[in-house]
């Protein structure tokens, strides 16, 4: 019988996710809304840094729960640790995003007695006429985080080469910036599952003004070693994050922040 090991919240949190199963008949054109973020943008500093310090630091040995066995070596062809489903639409990106972090983060946050899960948008209850892809919310409910995704094999979504641009970078944060703005929820991902971002409405101590910053991109092949940090990393730091403070009040003029004619 092949040998396995038990994978409990602390190991799961540092595994990569699996590759997607992307069908060679998949959609064609982009799906970035004409939203577009105007005001100030700046780097998340110490982001990384941050989330491992998070990861090192918590006390993960308090719960020793098995949430799945892993094979030592690689998984047979058949697997359900490998990817069987094809995908081809946002939608079924979302499906796999929801299994591979949704599912696997709400298990964790559970183990870890944090009372806190992902969820389709309309489980918040919130009064908002959009909806987003992706929220985590509490119990009360509250949401604390919401997210969007878009498919990652269409060239206007590559979130890396779009953060060298900045018109297309502020295109490409748009949407979930307004998320983020509409709902005063200060924290937001924006990921096509291949490549994340992870954002934030910061308050600037200094002069009193609000300011999105955004991670690194993080990639979803990356596995935890030190100094590189795992996408389920990074968000059980943003939900550590978002519980302790998650809603940002008295932010400037929708109009000085959110533009929806092109500026490309």
């Not at 591979?100 to 389709?120: K, P, W």
């Not at 092949?221 to 939900?239: E, H, K, P």
Request: proline share 5%; aromatic share 10%; hydrophobic share 35%.
């Amino acid at each position: 019988m092949p040998r396995s090991k038990a994978v409990t919240s602390k190991l799961a949190v540092q595994e990569r996710l699996p590759d997607l199963n992307v069908s060679d008949t998949r959609t064609k054109s982009s799906a970035l809304h004409q939203i577009h973020y105007i005001g100030p943008l700046f780097q998340w500093p110490y982001f990384c840094t941050d989330v491992e310090t998070e990861f090192l630091n918590h006390p993960w040995g308090n719960n020793r729960h098995h949430l799945y066995r892993r094979p030592l070596g690689e998984a047979s062809p058949h697997s359900l640790l490998k990817e069987h489903c094809l995908v081809g639409n946002e939608i079924g990106v979302q499906g796999r995003w929801n299994t591979h972090v949704g599912e696997v983060m709400s298990a964790i946050f559970h183990e870890q007695q944090f009372d806190l899960t992902f969820a389709d948008f309309v489980c918040a209850g919130e009064d908002y006429s959009k909806n987003p892809d992706l929220a985590l919310i509490s119990a009360t409910p509250n949401t604390l985080v919401v997210g969007e995704l878009k498919t990652p094999w269409i060239k206007h979504h590559n979130l890396s080469k779009a953060a060298r641009v900045d018109a297309k970078h502020r295109h490409v944060l748009g949407q979930i910036v307004e998320y983020m703005y509409d709902l005063e929820v200060k924290y937001g991902i924006m990921s096509t599952y291949d490549q994340t971002v992870f954002l934030r409405l910061y308050h600037d101590p200094t002069n009193g003004g609000w300011q999105v910053q955004y991670s690194p991109v993080i990639y979803h092949d990356t596995s935890y070693s030190q100094g590189n940090v795992t996408v389920r990393q990074c968000i059980w730091f943003l939900a550590q994050r978002a519980h302790a403070d998650h809603t940002a009040r008295n932010l400037p003029p929708k109009e000085q922040w959110i533009t929806k004619k092109s500026s490309l």
